[in-house]
């Protein structure tokens, strides 16, 4: 049973270039989800998607951001212009929709911004 | 408003000996579920545990159990025969019914170290 994978696992880039993570959820999964974690927090919710659908964005979401779904499989997420304030681990978790629904999380990529 | 405290910044616990991780959680909704994952230094959060607000019996699974107090609005995690793996961060976290886009609240965490 393959889990949550992402891509690529570490990122280390200059102010104001783009970067985008890649992530592929359970196969039978039709929600998922993207959260940030710096360094001493519980992870914070940034989007949502069921299936193609991105139906949730938080207000950390900025401008810069956007994430994609396309034909409800993998995702992206983009971060345009970044900024040193960007620098955090990424997580994306996955779940099937039902009774004790339970998020299943990918190992992360983890970006550094200088 | 925080929803998940987390009032351990840190905790130790001797091999085999078993460890508490307290949680304490707010909110208004009668359906919710409660949540533990673990986080080693690799950055996973790996599920261990869940709680749904209904759910009559505290939940086990293997050497994790949940100590659920709905009225102290409480989901201590529980270690049974700590192993020295067992070492890392521990979160508590939440879903709402009443949040729609069904995302986890976490708290800040706890790290636990398992000694020898």
């Given amino acids: 049973d393959t889990g949550v994978s992402q891509d690529p696992r570490h990122k280390i880039t200059k102010r104001g270039q783009n970067v985008t993570f890649r992530c592929d959820p359970i196969s039978e999964h039709n929600r998922l989800y993207w959260y940030r974690q710096t360094l001493g927090q519980g992870p914070e919710f940034l989007t949502y998607f069921q299936n193609e659908a991105q139906l949730e964005k938080s207000r950390l979401l900025s ?14 997420l983009e971060i345009q212009r970044t900024e040193q304030g960007d620098s955090a681990m990424y997580l994306c978790a996955s779940s099937q929709q039902g009774l004790q629904e339970t998020q299943y999380f990918g190992p992360g990529t983890r970006l550094l911004v200088l | 408003a925080q929803k998940i ?3 351990q910044p840190g905790m130790f616990v001797q091999e085999k000996e078993a460890v508490t991780l307290d949680c304490t959680y707010d909110t208004s909704d009668q359906s919710y579920g409660l949540f533990w994952y673990k986080q080693p230094s690799s950055g996973e959060m790996i599920f261990l545990i869940y709680q749904g ?11 994790y159990s949940l100590n659920f107090q709905k009225a102290r609005k409480s989901a201590n995690l529980v270690i049974s025969a700590s192993q020295l793996g067992d070492s890392a961060m521990y979160f508590c976290a939440m879903r709402e019914a009443s949040n729609s886009g069904y995302a ?12 020898p």
């Fill in chain 1, 63 to 76: 401008d810069r951001f956007s994430a994609e779904r396309p034909k409800g499989s993998f995702s992206t």
């Fill in chain 2, 5 to 7: 405290t987390q009032t």
């Fill in chain 2, 53 to 63: 607000s209904y759910d009559e019996q505290n939940a086990t699974e293997g050497r």
């Fill in chain 2, 104 to 115: 986890l609240n976490f708290g800040k965490g706890t790290s636990l170290l398992v000694t």
